[in-house]
């Protein structure tokens, strides 16, 4: 199912502020999860001083409501 078809569903049963609500929750996790994976790599010319800006910027996206 693509995310249009399913926000649709979700707004057929719930308030527009209810799937917003869900739409945001679900972003957030998908962020933290692309984050949290950026941060652990091991890969050679990666160092810490670079995973972690990058873990930054991905966690960031949410704060503008914007992406």
Known sequence: MIK???VQI???HFSE???RT???AIAEDEREEC????ETL???GWPDKVRQPL???IRA???DKND
Do not use: F, H, N, Q
């Open 42 to 44: 091991e890969l050679p």
């Open 17 to 19: 502020g209810m799937v």
């Open 22 to 24: 869900i739409v945001d």
């Open 10 to 12: 979700l707004l057929e």
């Open 61 to 63: 996206r949410g704060v």
């Open 4 to 6: 249009d078809t399913a």
């Open 35 to 38: 984050a949290k994976i950026c």
């Open 55 to 57: 873990a930054k910027a």
